[in-house]
Each structure stands twice: as C-alpha cells, then as structure tokens.
C-alpha cells in the first residue's frame, strides 16, 4: 500500500488541524498506520498508531490533544490535532509497520510528509 500525508499548514498556538493519510493500491484496513513526526535537528518519534482492528495508542506527549481515525470508505486515516503547541511544530509523515507494545515500529518507507508549524 502507498500512502500520502496530507493537510498540514500554519495555525495558532491552541488551534486545530486535521492531517489526512491517503491510501492508494490496497485497501487500508488491513494495515497497522502510524503517524510520526521529525523537528529540525531531531530525531523521528512516533505520534500516534490505529491498528487493522482500529486499536488506537498514542505518544504521551500528544495523549488527550491529537486524535487518530480511520474512514474504511474513504481509505483514509486522519490525525485530528486540538491544542496544539509550538513544540509540535514537525513534518508529519504516515506509514505501515508492525505495532510494538503501545507503539509502533515503522515499515521504512516515508513519503514525502507534510508540514505542521505552530506559532506561538
């Protein structure tokens, strides 16, 4: 499955976003996705995962203010961002991978990602 990150941009501290990861050559349900995130001079963490049974985990640091979805119809997983901070300012990116605990270890393959800057 290919996938394409989606709907970063420019908001206020304490805004919102929706990011959206686009499934394309096999249907997404069938996938654990996971969206992770890389600051300048940082190192890739990971965000958020739904898995093929639409468990959902969370990194601590996002616990409570980002939300992860999946429309099967649309074969799109969303990540719903409320209460943002500077400090999650990042490029996004989705992709597969198998889950690990309450995390996720990821397939190797990123895309090309999406922007997300907070001003504070």
């Known amino acids: 499955v290919q996938l394409q990150a989606s709907g970063g941009g420019l908001v206020q501290a304490g805004g919102s976003l929706r990011l959206s990861c686009a499934a394309s050559?096999?249907?997404?349900?069938?996938?654990?996705i996971g969206w992770f995130r890389q600051a300048p001079g940082k190192e890739r963490e990971f965000v958020a995962v739904?898995?093929?049974?639409?468990?959902?985990n969370y990194a601590d640091s996002v616990k409570g203010r980002f939300t992860i979805s999946r429309d099967n119809a649309k074969n799109t997983v969303y990540l719903q961002m409320n209460t943002l901070k500077p400090e999650d300012t990042a490029v996004y990116y989705c992709?597969?991978?198998?889950?690990?605990?309450?995390?996720?270890?990821?397939?190797?393959?990123w895309g090309k990602g999406t922007q997300v800057t907070v001003s504070s």
């Open positions: 739904i898995t093929w049974s639409d468990i959902t």
């Open positions: 050559g096999r249907t997404s349900s069938s996938y654990n």
């Open positions: 992709t597969t991978g198998t889950v690990v605990g309450k995390t996720m270890r990821p397939n190797g393959y």
